[in-house]
T-cell receptor, first 115, second 113 residues
C-alpha cells in the first residue's frame, strides 16, 4: 500500500526566512509525488510534482521540492517565505506500479508565516 | 479554461432530503473525482470516473450516488444523509495518465442537520 507522512502538524517561520515542509513516502515501486496548497474554505491548488529526472523540482509561487530516493523524502522548500504563503500544505503520492489513479494524501501541514 | 467549477458553494439539508452536487470542467479531462474532506483532515477519495465509467468505489455508503452524464460533468446525488456526512466535498479532474496532476474545484460545504 502507498502512503505519505507529514511529520509536522504546523510549521512557523518568519517572513523572509527560508521554509521547509517535510514529507516522506512509502510505495512499492517508483512514486509520482505531488504538493498541493489549500487556503481556507478553498479547494486544493497544485504546486509541483516529481515524476522522473532532476531531483530538484521547481513549481508555482517560488516553491521547489527535493526528491531523495534513499531517504524516501520529498520536502517542500522556499528560499524566502511570504505572509501570503500561510496555508495548509498537502503532500500526495501515486504509485505507478499499481496503476491506481487515486492520490494518497498526507495529513497536511499548516504553515504560518509571521510578519 | 483551467477551472473546475462546483455548485452550490454551500448546502444545508435535512436527513430526509434529496439533493445533488454538481461539478463541471472544460479542460478536456477524461478522469473526474469526488473527494470528501473533514475539517483539518486530508481529502479522502470517494469515486473516480474514467471515460464516464466508474472505475473505483472506495466502499462509500450508498446514500452517496455519483453520476457522470458526459465527460465534462460530474454529479453527486445525496439521499438520507447523516450529520457525520457534513464536510467539504471536492471535485477534481485530470488527464488520464498517472503522471498528470489533478485540478480541484473550490468545493461544496455541506451541512446535514
Amino acid at each position: 500500500a502507498q502512503s505519505v507522512a507529514q511529520p509536522e502538524d504546523q510549521v512557523n517561520v518568519a517572513e523572509g526566512n527560508p521554509l521547509t515542509v517535510k514529507c516522506t513516502y512509502s510505495v512499492s515501486g517508483n512514486p509520482y509525488l505531488f504538493w498541493y496548497v489549500q487556503y481556507p474554505n478553498r479547494g486544493l491548488q497544485f504546486l509541483l510534482k516529481y515524476i522522473t529526472g532532476d531531483n530538484l523540482v521547481k513549481g508555482s509561487y517560488g516553491f521547489e521540492a527535493e526528491f531523495n530516493k534513499s531517504q524516501t523524502s520529498f520536502h517542500l522548500k522556499k528560499p524566502s517565505a511570504l505572509v501570503s504563503d500561510s496555508a495548509l500544505y498537502f503532500c500526495a503520492v501515486r504509485d505507478i506500479n499499481t496503476g491506481r489513479r487515486a492520490l494518497t494524501f498526507g495529513s497536511g501541514t499548516r504553515l504560518q508565516v509571521q510578519p | 479554461d483551467t477551472e473546475v467549477t462546483q455548485t452550490p458553494k454551500h448546502l444545508v439539508m435535512g436527513m430526509t432530503n434529496k439533493k445533488s452536487l454538481k461539478c463541471e470542467q472544460h479542460m478536456g479531462h477524461r478522469a473526474m473525482y469526488w473527494y470528501k474532506q473533514k475539517a483539518k483532515k486530508p481529502p479522502e477519495l470517494m469515486f473516480v470516473y474514467s471515460y464516464e465509467k466508474l472505475s473505483i468505489n472506495e466502499s462509500v455508503p450508498s446514500r452517496f450516488s455519483p453520476e457522470c452524464p458526459n465527460s465534462s460533468l460530474l454529479n453527486l446525488h445525496l439521499h438520507a444523509l447523516q450529520p457525520e456526512d457534513s464536510a467539504l466535498y471536492l471535485c477534481a479532474s485530470s488527464q488520464e495518465s498517472a503522471v498528470n496532476e489533478q485540478f480541484f474545484g473550490p468545493g461544496t460545504r455541506l451541512t446535514v442537520l
